[in-house]
């Protein structure tokens, strides 16, 4: 077994994948580990059994139990089970001033910046809007309701082929018309000598002479070393700061910063039940995503909302209507008469300073995830024209958690953030580890904030960009 | 809290009665939730119904007052009126003590709380009590200790899930796993609003 490669890269989704193809196509010798397995169109489920789903997902909750994580934990990451919806970030997302009066963003990205890249993206991923036809009945209600208000609603952008709309999207596509990393990037890295080694585990990172030695533990356990000139993390923002700081000992001018500023995207969860007299929604059929997106908030709220089909274990989370119970018989009766006519879950998303933290609780990776003065701040901030929104329209605006809303789990970010301050991010506006030459960051951790919409076409824009710099630097 | 971080402060008495409990339920709810997460094995058949030919019968006072509980959450048929299955027609149960699920080694910690409520309020246990009176216990139990919720949303999940049958699926009209929808209703096919942008994205 080859034990020498010019690039070892941590991780398959977005941020490990797109640089792996980039390297191999420069003519270098690369190596790809992924901690999941693989799963193709016919080892894919459609079900919500979190045996099989923890099969293909990290699940892993914050430190006080109250927030949900998960991310992809297979060959291909999380572009195997998103929701598949690839808008880019507005310009105003990279100007985005956190409390401390910090740009999170470096001037070397920007919308204009990126734009070549997203380019690159969206022909490799086949990405294309949606037409009102691919809207399901769930997106089609929400735009509605916007227009009602006489607010816009766009149609999203995602990267299916032929959908058969069966709603299971973040279970795996069992069609193989969701154009996940499994149908472009990684054949081709394949085919131009990329090699993957699946049900690997970084352990740790050290110095060598040739540039690192990464280890890891193999599907049978036992410890291998691999050395790379370069060496890319891209296991997502909970395990790439992990394996930095499990490696602190052998990178001891590592940042302090590695695993602060995470935050969930600006992520959070509502319902909106609608009214009675109108269509039923049919709330199941579609992709997960409803294919709709809503700007008409950007500019007063600094936030998108994105509308979500739904199967009936929605209900097995917190949602119900204010005031009243989630469980008992009312609970029940209730549930039956929204569903699956008259029931809207969407998310909300938007730049927050990022206060979350992942650290190592004997050497488990640990996320703290406060409801502190800003997000509070913040879901107050952007409850409110939802509630104007569900007034207008007679709706009646549904909680997610308790007295509140749930913050959403999908979009981890900014642990290992890019910056020009190196006060503040780990990494520089390249990727590239702070006094760690030839170490790289290029996932989600690598974004310093919330990207405005869902973030996956940013990650991989910038995944572009940074193999980019490294081809042309190493 | 860290576990080393608890027992110094057990230790030192800086928890209180309260304290020590909420944390215990949180740690062992959210380690039984874990062990569902990694351990239990729930797919059905797509459009094969999977409903266990018998659920578990409740024996001991401890499994009549689980029991209970989840017929409180989601009452069953022969607590709703309308005839509609609950937690336990599903078989939640089962679930509650299944060794996968881990959450038996919790009950133990909870079911006492309730009983005492539930002797509080009407001098009986849970299980002796109709669906009001236990509704009511379980919502005096919630507002001592909003972490509670995580049970009763456990004992949800089954049902809306469709871990062990398909009846919770059915009662709510949604047909699961299917072969897709294509040339069906799913889309109203017009568009619905004004849009701000050309192409989906904004500058």
Not at chain 1, 112 to 121: A, E, G, H, I, T
Not at chain 1, 336 to 354: D, E
Not at chain 1, 410 to 416: A, E, F, K, R, S
Request: hydrophobic share 40%; charged share 20%.
């Amino acid at each position: 077994m080859t034990t020498s490669f010019d690039a070892v890269i941590v991780g398959s989704g977005f941020g490990g994948s797109i640089p792996a193809l980039r390297l191999a196509q420069a003519g270098k010798k690369v190596l790809v580990l992924e901690q999941g397995r693989v799963y193709t169109e016919t080892d894919f489920k459609q079900t919500w059994d979190l045996k099989y789903l923890s099969n293909i997902m990290n699940i892993t909750t914050s430190d006080d139990y109250a927030v949900f994580f998960r991310s992809g934990m297979v060959l291909g990451g999380g572009s195997v089970v998103f929701s598949g919806l690839m808008n880019r970030s507005p310009s105003e997302t990279f100007q985005f001033v956190d409390y401390n009066g910090y740009k999170v963003w470096p001037d070397a990205v920007s919308r204009q910046v990126l734009d070549p890249y997203y380019d690159r993206v969206e022909q490799m991923m086949s990405v294309r809007q949606a037409t009102w036809e691919e809207v399901s009945k769930t997106g089609g209600m929400f735009a509605q309701l916007m227009n009602n208000a006489g607010l816009t609603c766009d149609r999203a952008r995602f990267p299916y082929i032929n959908c058969r709309e069966c709603g299971f999207c973040e279970a795996g596509c069992i069609y193989g018309v969701k154009q996940s990393l499994m149908k472009n990037y990684i054949p081709q890295a394949q085919d131009a000598g990329v090699e993957f080694r699946t049900g690997c585990r970084a352990m740790q990172i050290m110095p060598s002479a040739a540039g690192y030695t990464v280890q890891y533990t193999g599907p049978d356990d036992t410890l291998t070393s691999v050395q790379g000139t370069v060496v890319i993390i891209a296991a997502g923002a909970i395990y790439s700061p992990e394996l930095l700081l499990r490696s602190k000992q052998y990178l001891p001018s590592l940042s302090d910063q590695v695993g602060k500023n995470f935050n969930n995207n600006g992520g959070l969860r509502f319902g909106i039940e609608l009214p009675d007299g109108l269509p039923s929604i049919e709330c199941y059929k579609g992709r997960d995503s409803a294919a709709v997106m809503t700007y008409a908030y950007w500019h007063d709220y600094g936030i998108t909302i994105e509308a979500g089909t739904s199967p009936a274990a929605i209900f097995a989370i917190d949602i119900h209507r204010p005031g009243e119970s989630g469980w008992g018989l009312d609970f029940k009766h209730w549930a039956k008469s929204v569903y699956p006519s008259k029931l809207i879950v969407a998310n909300i998303m938007g730049p927050v300073t990022g206060e979350g933290l992942v650290y190592l609780n004997n050497d488990i990776p640990a996320v703290s995830f406060p409801l502190t003065k800003t997000l509070a701040d913040y879901r107050d901030r952007v409850i409110a024209p939802i509630q104007a929104l569900t007034k207008a329209n007679n709706a009646i605006l549904l909680q997610t958690m308790g007295t509140g809303y749930m913050y959403s789990i999908d979009h981890m970010l900014g642990t290992c953030r890019i910056g020009d301050d190196p006060r503040y991010s780990p990494a520089d506006p390249y990727g590239q580890i702070r006094n760690y030459p030839g170490l790289f960051v290029s996932d989600s951790s690598s974004l310093p904030c919330s990207t405005g919409v869902n973030p996956s076409t940013t990650v991989a824009a910038n995944a572009e960009r940074i193999a980019d710099y490294i081809v042309t630097n190493w | 809290m860290g576990i080393e971080t608890f027992f110094n402060q057990v230790a030192s008495k800086e928890l209180d009665r309260r304290e020590f409990f909420t944390w215990v339920v949180r740690a062992s709810v959210m380690v039984s939730l874990f062990g569902l997460i990694d351990q239990i094995s729930c797919g059905f058949v797509p459009g094969a119904s999977q409903q266990p030919s018998t659920c578990m019968q409740p024996m001991t006072a401890d499994e009549k007052t689980v029991y209970a509980l989840c017929d409180t959450v989601l009452p069953g048929m022969a607590s709703d009126p309308t005839g509609a299955p609950g937690a336990v027609d599903v078989c939640t149960v089962d679930l509650m003590y299944d060794k996968f699920y881990g959450i038996a080694q919790d009950l133990p910690l909870v079911l006492p709380l309730i009983n005492a409520e539930a002797h509080k309020e009407y001098g009986k246990d849970l299980y002796e009590l109709d669906l009001a009176q236990r509704t009511a216990v379980l919502k005096n139990v919630e507002k001592m200790l909003g972490l509670v919720g995580q049970i009763y949303m456990f004992v949800k999940g089954p049902f809306y899930i469709g871990i062990l049958s398909r009846a919770g699926l059915d009662y709510m009209g949604d047909p699961g796993a299917n072969l897709g929808y294509v040339n069906q209703d799913f889309s109203f096919y017009r568009p619905m609003s004004k849009e701000m942008t050309s192409d989906g994205n904004l500058p």
